[in-house]
C-alpha cells in the first residue's frame, strides 16, 4: 500500500507543524446540540491515524511508537503524527472523546424501565467497560494525563464526560444539584477508572461493586447537603479526588 502525506502536511515550510492548531476537545461543539449537524471533532485524516494507532495500544502502550505504527497502518508516512503537537496525549484524548460521543448510541433505555439514578449507573458503567481492551495499559494514559501541561484538558474532558451522562440520564435538574451531580460523578468516575486497572475479577465485577458503593455514598451525603456550605465543602472534596486520581500531589 502507498504511503502519502496527508493534507495538512503538504510539504511547504508553513505546514510541517500546525502551531496554532487548538486542543482536539475544543473542536467540539456545544454541549448536547443535537438537533443541528456539528463537526466532527476529528478530520478525517487524524481519525484514521489515531484509530489506527488505538489499535496498537493493546501491544505498543499510550506511546509514540504506537503513532507511528498507527500512521503507517492509516496509509501515511512517519511525519504525520506532526498532525498531533501533543503527541500521545492526543491519542489518549482521542480515546476520551470517541468514547464519550459514543455513550448516546451504545446505551438505549426502556421507556419506564429506570429511573435518572440507574440510568446514570448504567451510563457510567458502559463507559468504564469502554476501556476494557486497553485497562492494562490505562496507568500509562492516566500519567500521561497527569502532566502539568495536560492536566486542564483532561479535567475538562471529565467535565464533558459527567455531564453528557446525566443529560443522557434524563437530569432536568436547574438548582444547585446541578453542579453538586457533575461534580460528585467526576469524582465517583475518576476512583472506578483507576480502581479498574487493580481489578482482576471476572467483567470487572469488583468495579461494578465500587461503583455502586461511590453512588451510594454521594446518595447519602447528597440528601445531607442542604445548604450552601455542606455544598461547598463536598463539591471541593469530589475535584480533591479528581485532581488526586489524575496524579495531582494536593
Not at 123 to 146: C, D, F, G, Y
Not at 164 to 174: K, N, P, Q, R, Y
Request: charged fraction near 20%; include cysteine; charge should be positive.
Amino acid at each position: 500500500m502507498k504511503t502519502r502525506l496527508p493534507a495538512q502536511l503538504v510539504p511547504t515550510p508553513s505546514r510541517y507543524y500546525r502551531h496554532s492548531r487548538q486542543p482536539l476537545l475544543l473542536t467540539r461543539r456545544a454541549y448536547h446540540s443535537y438537533e443541528h449537524e456539528q463537526p466532527p471533532p476529528f478530520n478525517s485524516t487524524e481519525s484514521a491515524i489515531l484509530l489506527a494507532a488505538l489499535n496498537r495500544v493493546p501491544t505498543h502502550g499510550f506511546s509514540d511508537k504506537a503513532l507511528s505504527l498507527g500512521a503507517k497502518d492509516a496509509g501515511y508516512l512517519d511525519v504525520s503524527v506532526n498532525l498531533f503537537p501533543k503527541g500521545v496525549f492526543d491519542l489518549v484524548n482521542y480515546h476520551l472523546v470517541t468514547q464519550r460521543l459514543a455513550l448516546k448510541d451504545r446505551v438505549h433505555f426502556e421507556e419506564g424501565k429506570l429511573g435518572v439514578g440507574g440510568r446514570v449507573r448504567l451510563l457510567t458503567k458502559e463507559r468504564l467497560l469502554a476501556n476494557k481492551p486497553i485497562i492494562h495499559r490505562w496507568q500509562e494514559a492516566l500519567a500521561v494525563m497527569a502532566q502539568p501541561s495536560n492536566i486542564p484538558t483532561s479535567i475538562v474532558e471529565l467535565a464533558r464526560l459527567s455531564d453528557e451522562i446525566w443529560f443522557l440520564a434524563g437530569d432536568t435538574s436547574v438548582d444547585t444539584s446541578w453542579y453538586t451531580k457533575r461534580a460528585s460523578l467526576s469524582a465517583i468516575y475518576s476512583s472506578c477508572e483507576v480502581f479498574m486497572t487493580q481489578d482482576e475479577s471476572p467483567d470487572f465485577t469488583e468495579t461494578q461493586q465500587f461503583l455502586d458503593r461511590r453512588l451510594a455514598d454521594v446518595r447519602t451525603v447528597g440528601s445531607a447537603a442542604a445548604n450552601l456550605g455542606q455544598w461547598v465543602g463536598f463539591t471541593g472534596h469530589s475535584i480533591v479526588n479528581v485532581l488526586r486520581s489524575k496524579g495531582v500531589r494536593i
